[in-house]
Structures are given as structure tokens and as C-alpha cells.
């Protein structure tokens, strides 16, 4: 079972539509977790960190079910802009000081 | 602000040729310090990791190694490239602190084995 696991996509959408991402991880002492954005071809860029209560920033909202391992990210009236690929993102653990990285999942809204 | 700098944008080399990435950051001390690779369309893979000077911590056995000779430096090379060694390297900073911070990249090199 991969680390960190995402539905590739592509979610195809329509300007203004509400999409959901989620992504599962395998390990359960995780304690940090982010969304990250990734760019044809560009470098992946910090979105956002996930709290276990669930935070928003602007249209951006994620959320983090310990229990399930779970986490998503909630995108309302999608933008052009937002096109991209979406990284779910979690810490590794012991004395590994570095994240995993999920394959992503890959957005197109369509005008 | 922070800010990290990678280079060069973009390499071909050819097989069995050596290889050496630079990665710089600036405003801030004692980064930790990565190296990933990313092949086309799939996820990011962690090759080194770096906590100090001279501290590297290797994920993935291969022809490649890392040294982080200052506080803010750290550079990937390689002996002799293989085919296989094609992809898009990216080195990443984050803060040293409580649980795992996030991590910035850098632009990134897109490398071209031949």
C-alpha cells in the first residue's frame, strides 16, 4: 500500500463548480499534513496546511480525519487559475525529518 | 524573506557523464535541506535529506550522492549518469521546528539524459 494515496484524475470542471480531493495515508502516527500546488512543469507550491479542526482560506477549505486517515480539500467556485495538479502532502515519522508526497491529483476547469 | 535558489534550469548530459546540482538558501539558518526527483507524471521521490553540515541521509540506494558542504548549500552529483537518472530534480528547504514543517522548493532542474 502506497504512503500517501490520491485519485490521479483529471477532474474536468466547469468554471464556478465545487470540487473534492481526497487522499488516504497509511501511517497513522502521521501528525502533519498539507495540500500543495504543482504547475505543468514548475516546482510544487505550498496551498495550505490541514489542522485537525479543518481550515478555510478563501475558497480553499481542508479537513483531516484522523481516525480514517483521511484527508481532503474542498475548492468552491473554481477559477481558471486553478488548474493544476494537487499534492497531498504528510510528515514522515521516527527520525525522518522529511514529508511524503502523494502523485497528486490533476484539476482542469474548463471555461 | 527566505528565499532558495537552484541551478541550472535545464541540463542534458550524456550517459556516463558526471553531474553536480547547486541549491542555495538564503535568509535563514540551519535549514533543513532536500533533494527529490520527480519523473514525468509521477510523484516526487526523496533522494537525500539533510538536517546540518555534513549530515545527509539517503532514501533511495543509486548512483547518486549529496554533501552539504555550508549551512545553506547543498548539491547533488553523480559520477557517471544513467539513462535512468533523467527527471526533474527539485531541492527543498523547511524551518527546523516542532513536528515537520512545510517545504519550499525550489524552480528546479529539469535533466535530459542522452
Known amino acids: ?111 | 524573506s527566505q528565499t532558495i535558489h537552484q541551478w541550472p534550469a535545464t541540463l542534458v548530459q550524456p550517459v556516463g557523464s558526471p553531474l553536480s546540482l547547486e541549491c542555495t538558501v538564503e535568509g535563514t539558518s540551519n535549514p533543513n535541506l532536500y533533494w527529490y526527483r520527480q519523473a514525468a507524471g509521477r510523484g516526487l521521490q526523496l533522494l537525500f535529506y539533510s538536517v546540518g553540515i555534513g549530515q545527509i541521509s539517503s532514501e533511495v540506494p543509486q548512483n547518486l550522492s549529496a554533501s552539504r558542504p555550508q549551512d545553506r548549500q547543498f548539491i547533488l552529483s553523480s559520477k557517471k549518469l544513467l539513462l535512468s537518472d533523467s527527471g526533474f530534480y527539485l531541492c527543498a528547504w523547511s524551518v527546523v521546528g516542532v513536528g515537520n514543517q512545510p517545504q519550499h522548493f525550489g524552480d528546479g532542474t529539469r535533466l535530459s539524459i542522452l
Open chain 1, 1 to 111: 500500500r502506497k504512503e500517501v494515496e490520491q485519485d490521479p484524475g483529471p477532474f474536468n470542471v466547469p468554471e464556478g463548480a465545487t470540487v473534492a480531493f481526497n487522499c488516504t495515508y497509511s501511517n497513522s502516527a502521521s501528525q502533519s499534513f498539507f495540500w500543495y500546488r504543482q504547475d505543468c512543469r514548475k516546482e510544487p507550491k505550498l496551498l495550505m496546511s490541514v489542522y485537525s479542526s479543518g481550515n478555510e482560506d478563501g475558497r480553499f477549505t481542508a479537513q483531516l480525519n484522523r481516525a480514517s486517515q483521511y484527508i481532503s480539500l474542498l475548492i468552491r467556485d473554481s477559477k481558471l487559475s486553478d488548474s493544476a495538479t494537487y499534492l497531498c502532502v504528510v510528515s514522515g515519522t521516527g527520525g525522518r525529518r522529511a514529508l511524503t508526497f502523494g502523485s497528486g491529483t490533476r484539476l482542469q476547469v474548463q471555461p
